[in-house]
């Protein structure tokens, strides 16, 4: 061989990533400065995208890339926001203090929920985790304190104090309800970049890489020595963990909580599992692009009940059966582009990527 | 015309190519038999002709039929079963029950029922109600082949009999075969035993890394030849 | 509270819990499909025989003669052409194929009939009861109890006494070696949803004249359905009639306590079971 030692280099970074990492920090800082020129009715819908997009973020997480598919995700929703109300009707603590609490209670309903729902397999496990969402629903629903089935408000003294909001006041002379919504916004939009930036680094880092393997092949990864087991639980924890904080936001902006709604299937799992899977499933680019569509329909079509939920339903179908990598999953695998890459690639020897 | 021939037979798996033009032919009451080593492509020539993996239409023939694009319960109905690799019985099946489970896609009359099976392999007749996977590896096979018999094929397709059985297993094994030949049948064996295969065949194919590389009768072909076909002439 | 008389309401009610699982258990037997929206069909198959009675004026039992196979025809189309395309070794196209169709078929029933309630009505045979000793014991629980032994018994008989049968086990343990036997997995498939489909329309007579149902009903039914097949054990039918009756016991012992703990107990009793019994109690051997 000759002299010279060529350095090897495991990389991810590609061209098309490298562009859109500047393009989504110009993206933040407008979105940042968002409260100066937008109206409020915009942000609370850039709040409803930034929310879901969070939610969607940990489910996909959790079932593309962890392959535990949850249908009972409303459980850390509904906890997170409830014990959010208690913090703040009970305890008298700031909202945001609460939603840290909400978040914490969530992560720990997490552990004894993957007790009993990680002795489950595969289609059963997903319905395991429906029936944790159903008891908690049951037992949160017999809390007087909170309104028990009928529910509660949280009352506006409460919103009016969190920290932020005498900021917002003052820079922006907004009104203290509009100013609740800034700050809320910015929280959403604090979270959904925080999650997706957790998302892409767990995905780069060895535990990433395991994840993979145990994804395609569960037998070979633990031949490697991948504690599958331990590594699933940690996803699934942190998984409830960001959906109660985001479960938390979500019923501090609403202000209004009840057992049907903060533990509601179709607005916490069947609208995320949609945008997850039109989007395309298993990709950190595949949500953004779903929560997206998902919006466009929901203004198109929400005037019409159950007709917008049997499209939604039949898109998703139809999406499932002949395009089962989404929207998303179509463009990338037509014209190789990776926004946020986790492929490793190796540079730096003679052969040329 | 032969009963069964193969024309250019190539089969894929995926992108991987595994057959490049495979040319064999089997006439009627003979017994063949296929060598080669592990991954020549001998279980990929059975699972093509059986219908588990699709070909071009014509690059199977059956009685001049061509089969090769034919799924495998049509292989099946038309007369080729298949003994598969593995024996592959049915866990939630009796031995009675696999053997029954034989004649589902083709219910032809002919010498082979449950009666004839059990006299051909009486083992299984004390254990005709036990769980089909409860048996050893010698009595499986035997439950295999007699589960590919009872459809009364014309031909039988044997993969790999004698894989993870002891020698002596494997002789009371072929021992059956005279009275399958004599009822008819035209067979096909693939194996990697050489001797076993000159034993029994008429003919006999050798294939390298999805290709024919040798043919002919066994009292035609010296050692030499079969081990430079098998291994590769450099080897 | 009078226990022997909540226990015998529990062990009917097993019975409709049985009945609402028994599908579910022989498909998930064959094909390992456990399909979400199997719960709103019950319910989709509530209101056929609704509108059989209704409009053609007939008794229920009647009208579930001719449900029946029109509710075959329904497993066996849907089988074909959407659920046999999701088979494979990735979990995620059943489940989100089958929770998009529950939604679909929800929101299509609501669609149609509105979210009121409605009741499959049965003349006399709602009030009817019959006495055992001292205690008096509704007519149709107790027909809903024997018709769900009675669709068990039927179901065993043909997984093991047919060749049907024999291509179902067949084609559950290996479909590629069960294709070499000329059996069609696909089409095998379609008849085993078919036939579960059937049953379903038995659920959904007797669930439609036991109480009020409307289309949101579904998923509820679903997870009793799902939790009576896992305390059984999977691949066991008789099993699921066991876990029918554990978990009508759980519910009607907790209703009894306080009428607001009705499926909390049945839930909690679920979780009792999977914690001591993670396979169920009657698992079977092969899996």
């Known amino acids: 061989m000759d002299g010279q030692t060529t350095i090897w ?27 100066m020129y937008l109206p409020r009715a915009t942000l609370q819908d850039l709040f409803f995208i930034l929310t879901m997009l969070a939610l969607a973020q940990s489910w996909n997480l959790l079932a593309g890339y962890a392959g535990l598919v949850s249908v009972g995700q409303q459980a850390f929703v509904g906890l997170g926001a409830y014990v959010m109300f208690a913090g703040v009707v009970l305890l008298k603590l700031d909202p945001l203090v609460a939603i840290l609490l909400g978040g914490i209670a969530s992560a720990l309903l997490a552990i004894p929920a993957g007790i009993f729902a990680f002795r489950l397999q595969g289609a059963y496990f997903a319905i395991g985790t429906w029936v944790v969402a159903e008891i908690v629903r049951l037992l949160v629903a017999q809390w007087k304190m909170l309104g028990g089935g009928t529910g509660t408000s949280l009352p506006a003294s409460a919103t009016r104090h969190m920290q932020g909001v005498d900021l917002v006041h003052r820079m922006f002379g907004f009104r203290p309800a509009q100013a609740v919504d800034v700050v809320c916004y910015w929280l959403a939009l604090l979270l959904a970049v925080a999650v997706i930036f957790m998302v892409y680094r767990l995905l780069r880092s060895r535990h990433g890489l395991a994840l993979a393997s145990v994804r395609d092949n569960q037998d070979a990864a633990r031949a490697v020595g991948v504690d599958a087991r331990r590594l699933k639980a940690l996803v699934y924890l942190v998984s409830a963990l960001v959906t109660g904080l985001v479960g938390a936001l979500i019923y501090v902006q609403k202000a209004r909580i009840s057992p049907d709604a903060a533990f509601s299937v179709t607005d916490w799992t069947a609208y995320v599992i949609f945008i997850v ?47 089962p990598q989404g929207l998303w999953g179509l463009f990338a695998s037509r014209t190789g582009i990776q926004l946020l890459p986790v492929r490793r690639l190796l540079r730096g020897g003679p052969i040329k990527n | 015309m032969a009963l069964l021939e193969t024309h250019g037979l190539t089969a894929f798996y995926r992108d991987f190519q595994a057959l490049f033009g495979v040319d064999v032919t089997l006439d009627a009451g003979e017994t063949l038999a296929i060598v080669g080593a592990n991954g020549a492509g001998k279980s990929t020539l059975m699972r093509s002709i059986s219908g588990v993996l699709i070909n071009g239409a014509r690059q199977i023939l059956f009685d001049g039929r061509p089969i090769g694009a034919l799924a495998a319960p049509q292989v099946m109905a038309l007369g080729i079963a298949m003994v598969p690799e593995g024996r592959k019985l049915f866990p939630s099946l009796s031995v009675e029950e696999n053997l029954l489970i034989g004649r589902y896609g083709r219910a032809t009359k002919g010498p082979w029922s449950l009666e004839t099976v059990y006299r051909l392999f009486p083992i299984l007749k004390e254990r005709r109600n036990n769980p089909g996977t409860a048996l050893s590896g010698g009595q499986q ?35 059956a075969f005279p009275a399958i030949r004599e009822s008819g049948a035209s067979i096909v064996v693939v194996e990697q035993d050489i001797g076993q295969a000159m034993k029994i065949a008429d003919r006999l194919y050798c294939m390298m890394e999805g290709r024919v ?17 098998y291994f590769g002439a450099d080897s | 509270m009078n226990w022997a008389d909540t226990i015998l309401q529990g062990v009917l009610l097993g019975g409709l819990y049985a009945l609402f699982a028994a599908g579910l258990s ?26 059989l009675v209704d409009t053609l004026n007939l008794n229920p039992f009647i009208a579930l003669v001719i449900a ?19 088979l494979g070794p990735d979990i995620l196209p059943p489940l989100l194929v089958t929770f998009g169709l529950s939604v679909v078929l929800q929101n299509g029933l609501l669609q149609v009939y509105s979210a009121d309630s409605r009741r499959i009505p049965s003349g006399y045979l709602d009030t009817a009861s019959i006495s055992i000793g001292s205690l008096h014991v509704g007519v149709m629980p107790l027909l809903t109890f024997f018709s769900a032994v009675a669709v068990i018994l039927i179901l065993n008989r043909l997984l093991y006494a047919t060749e049907l ?3 179902f086990r067949a084609t559950s343990d290996d479909a590629v070696t069960a294709g070499l036997m000329g059996i069609q997995p696909n089409r095998t498939f379609a008849i085993a949803t078919g036939i579960a489909m059937a049953i379903v329309a038995v659920a959904a007579l007797y669930l439609g004249t036991r109480s009020n149902f409307d289309p949101t009903i579904g998923p509820a039914r679903l997870i009793y359905a799902f939790e009576a097949v896992i305390m059984g054990g999977l691949g066991s039918l008789w099993g699921t009639l066991v876990g029918g009756i554990i978990l009508g016991m759980a519910q009607t012992i907790g209703g009894a306590i306080n009428p607001e703990w009705q499926i909390l107990a049945g839930h909690i009793a679920f979780v009792l079971v999977l914690l001591f019994r993670p396979r169920g109690f009657f698992p079977r051997a092969v899996d």
């Open chain 3, 68 to 86: 029946m196979p029109i509710m075959f025809g329904v497993g066996w189309l849907l089988q074909t052409y959407v659920l046999n395309r999701t």
């Open chain 2, 141 to 175: 096979q035997m439950v295999a082949i007699g589960r590919a018999l009872m459809s009364n094929p014309r031909v039988l397709l044997c993969d790999e009999l004698s894989l993870g059985l002891a020698p002596v297993v494997i002789r009371d094994i072929y021992a």
């Open chain 3, 165 to 167: 049968g024999r291509a």
């Open chain 3, 26 to 51: 022989l498909v998930f037997g064959i094909m390992r499909l456990v399909n979400l929206a199997h719960g709103d069909l019950i319910v989709l198959a509530a209101y056929l025989i609704l509108v």
């Open chain 1, 277 to 323: 899977v039109i989007g395309g499933i298993g990709t950190i680019e595949g949500p953004i692009v779903g929560v997206l569509v998902f919006f466009a329909l929901q203004k198109l079509l929400a005037d019409f009940g159950s007709i917008y939920l049997m499209v939604l339903g039949l898109i998703g179908i139809v999406v499932m059966l002949f395009a």
């Open chain 2, 213 to 229: 590389t040798l043919s002919g009768r066994p009292s035609e072909l010296n050692r030499a030849a079969i081990h430079a076909a």
């Open chain 1, 9 to 35: 280099r495991v990389e991810t970074k590609t061209r098309a990533s490298t562009a859109f990492a500047i393009v989504a920090a110009l993206a933040i800082c407008a979105g940042l400065a968002a409260p």
